[in-house]
């Protein structure tokens, strides 16, 4: 295979190529603070909502950092007036959804938690900016009680509907507004649901009804009665409570329909997507 004969590199500069000075960190010349940039104080910067997210963030590192502290059952926590969302919003100065500020509250729910004599100094500094400035022992719920006439009161609401409910001892008859309950609900699963309470615990024929009822539909209104005559059963029976607990009888229902949104059928359903 012959040789390819030698290229010959050609340059244009008469001058020899030199290497640059070596640098001395140690002098060098002052910078220009026209051409600094301005770096956050924190990541979160870029999210929109820097200080929510920081307290977030901040609780959970405390979380992990005091996880293995003892705690005591949630009934025997120290009572504390968490700040509404409301509130949190006016504090930090961001439109904070009420989603995320309920993980906030978890979060703070849980070093609640961490037994009192235990509890750092560090710990108690960072929760206080989350509490209400009110004693959380004044608030006291007005006991319900038993009226001349020998009737006990009580509301319940579901969805968009609200009934006042009055107990009182005597056969099992039920009026809703005034008119037979067959007659206002027409369905048998409305009519079992209104009357649950009574059902669960066995005093079907053991107290009358009397419940006035407004808005929202049939179902509304008939598991409104239901809440309603567990807080009026309670009121002649407190030893009752833990079995309407297990009945699902004592706590309201915060459930509702969603919204329907624009360029959707429904809440969530969209339309099918057609290529052409």
């Not at 009358?208 to 929202?216: C, E, I, R, T």
Request: hydrophobic share 35%.
């Amino acid at each position: 295979m012959p040789l390819l004969p030698r290229r010959r590199l050609h340059t244009t500069s008469p001058k020899p190529a030199v290497a640059a000075p070596p640098t001395d960190l140690n002098h060098l010349p002052p910078p220009n603070p026209q051409n600094a940039r301005v770096v956050p104080a924190s990541p979160s910067y870029f999210t929109g909502k820097p200080d929510s997210t920081d307290n977030y963030l901040n609780l959970l590192a405390l979380l992990r950092r005091h996880q293995t502290l003892p705690t005591v059952p949630p009934g025997q926590a120290p009572r504390v007036a968490w700040r509404t969302v409301t509130q949190y919003r006016m504090l930090v100065g961001e439109p904070v959804r009420a989603a995320k500020y309920h993980k906030i509250i978890d979060v703070l729910q849980r070093l609640n938690r961490i037994h009192p004599s235990l509890m750092p100094p560090s710990l108690k500094q960072a929760m206080e900016i989350y509490k209400r400035d009110v004693d959380p022992f004044a608030v006291v719920k007005r006991p319900s009680i038993i009226d001349a006439d020998g009737r006990a009161y009580g509301v319940g609401r579901r969805k968009s509907s609200s009934a006042k409910v009055y107990l009182v001892q005597g056969e099992g008859e039920v009026l809703v507004n005034g008119k037979s309950i067959n007659s206002v609900f027409g369905r048998i699963h409305d009519r079992e649901s209104a009357l649950w309470a009574l059902k669960a615990t066995e005093r079907m024929d053991k107290y009358n009804v009397w419940a006035l009822v407004s808005g929202g539909g049939s179902t509304g209104q008939a598991e409104a009665i239901t809440l309603g005559a567990a807080k009026a059963l309670m009121v002649f029976e407190p030893a009752l409570k833990p079995a309407l607990r297990r009945a699902g009888c004592v706590t309201r229902d915060p459930r509702r329909v969603e919204r329907k949104k624009p360029g959707h059928v429904k809440a969530r359903k969209m339309p099918a997507w057609v290529k052409r």
